[in-house]
């Protein structure tokens, strides 16, 4: 148990298993504020850009920091700003991550776009697979709201236990977004990714999901759309029954205070052992 930042409560940090492989459970001690899927700094923004696509969209987190980005003068968004670029100088960032971290880091394969653009190329997409199987040290979440290509691009990709998929589903209107990603194999580790929470999610079906994740609406202009607790503990709920880890990042309006995480005065800071620990992949799975 750890004491909150205020002093009046505690929170445990819960390690869930995250699919066959990951049968294990493990609680621990932690030093953390809000939960945080990915290590600080540490995504790998190999695309930047996009357009809006869904609801999600409207107060998009990425086209924000582009354009902070672009005032504080960084050359390569005064170039390219918000239009959507694949940045082949990037390409090999992963491969300077320590060979052997004393645990793994983590990582969005980029946070400032959509790596299942149509504008990204199939041939971009599988340079991005390439390396991260080389780096089974480490962990990536290769995330979509555009998951029609993901269900048809997806399954000739070569995923690991390392390179988790997952769909940004924000509203219940969004919900066939999960059919799509179980269009990969079983062995795929999946995660949902529920933010912003704009709806109820009142019929999950979350058979062959490993994870979910669910955050308020945040950006760096404090606009943001409200989230009713009342949501968030129902998915909760169906989280829990069906066995599975939960995240809760934040409120709406995020701010760097764990308090805004709490939910029945709990963080919620639950993730598959899989991301925490370093593991031992076996030949069988590093060969499939
Ligand atoms: S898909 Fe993501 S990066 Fe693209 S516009 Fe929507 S919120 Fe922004």
Redesign the pocket.
């Known amino acids: 148990m750890r004491e909150i930042a205020s002093g009046q409560s505690s929170f445990i940090i819960l390690l869930t298993p995250a699919s066959q492989n990951d049968m294990k459970s493990m609680s621990k001690k932690k030093n953390i504020k809000n939960p945080e899927m990915s290590d600080k700094g540490k995504n790998w923004n190999v695309i930047t850009g ?4 869904s609801d ?2 409207r107060n ?4 924000d920091v582009v354009e902070w980005l672009k005032g504080m003068g960084k050359e390569v968004y005064l170039q390219h700003g918000f239009n959507l670029t694949m940045h082949y100088d990037r390409i090999d960032w992963p491969l300077n991550l320590s060979k052997k971290p004393k645990k793994p880091v983590k990582s969005f394969v980029t946070d ?3 790596p299942f653009h149509d504008k990204v190329t199939d041939r971009f997409i599988f340079k991005i697979f390439e390396i991260m199987l080389k780096v089974p040290q480490h962990r990536f979440y290769v995330l979509t ?1 555009r998951a029609g290509r993901l269900g048809e691009l997806g399954p000739q990709l070569p995923w690991k236990p390392w390179i988790w998929a997952g769909v940004t589903v924000e509203s219940e209107k969004y919900i066939d977004r999960i059919d799509h990603l179980k269009k990969l194999s079983p062995e795929v580790n999946k995660f949902i990714m529920m933010e912003p929470l704009l709806s109820s999610m009142p019929e999950l079906d979350l058979a062959g999901i490993n994870w979910v994740v669910v955050g308020g609406e945040s950006n760096k202009k404090m606009k943001f759309r409200p989230m009713k607790e009342e949501w968030v503990i129902d998915i909760r709920d169906q989280v829990k029954s069906a066995d599975l880890p939960f995240m809760f990042k934040h409120w709406p309006g995020k701010t760097h205070n764990a308090k805004e995480a709490l939910l029945e005065g709990k963080i919620w800071a639950e993730y598959p052992e899989s991301l925490l620990v370093n593991m031992d992949w076996d030949a069988d799975i590093i060969n499939l």
């Open positions: 996009c357009e809006k696509f999600g969209c998009c987190y990425a086209e400032m776009g959509d709201k």
